[in-house]
């Protein structure tokens, strides 16, 4: 059974900053590409970053570009994410998730695991 967990959300004021982590419990978590999904209140779940097998290849959305950063660590079964600069319109629940294959995808459907979520509070 595959799990994944997210931490380190909460709240934080704007212009601030937080990390997200996101473990997952079966070793195949370095043969798959990973992302970083958000969802706001009334709004639907987008993508927020994504990032390869390997790290080498990363994707973020127009919102957050410059501002977050996505990382992994193979060898933890880890992926971060740094969020600097959090604005109000950052505040949704965040989740990460696992894609069935090693190339970076935008496309909800390509993730087959997802995490519970973790909510971000950003306060004005």
């Known amino acids: 059974q595959v799990q994944l967990v997210e931490s380190g959300g909460g709240l934080v004021q704007v212009g601030g900053s937080l990390t997200l982590s996101c473990g997952l419990s079966?070793?195949?978590?370095?043969?798959?590409?990973m992302g970083w999904f958000r969802q706001a209140p009334g709004k639907e779940r987008d993508i927020v970053a994504a990032i390869n097998w390997s790290g080498e290849n990363t994707y973020y959305a127009d919102s957050v570009k410059g501002r977050f950063t996505i990382s992994r660590d193979n060898a933890k079964n880890t992926m971060y994410l740094q969020m600097n600069s959090l604005k109000a319109e950052d505040t949704a629940v965040y989740y990460c998730?696992?894609?069935?294959?090693?190339?970076?995808?935008?496309?909800?459907?390509?993730?087959?695991?997802w995490g519970q979520g973790t909510q971000v509070t950003v306060s004005s």
């Open positions: 998730a696992k894609a069935l294959f090693g190339a970076l995808s935008l496309d909800q459907s390509s993730y087959s695991y």
């Open positions: 079966k070793r195949t978590f370095d043969t798959s590409a």
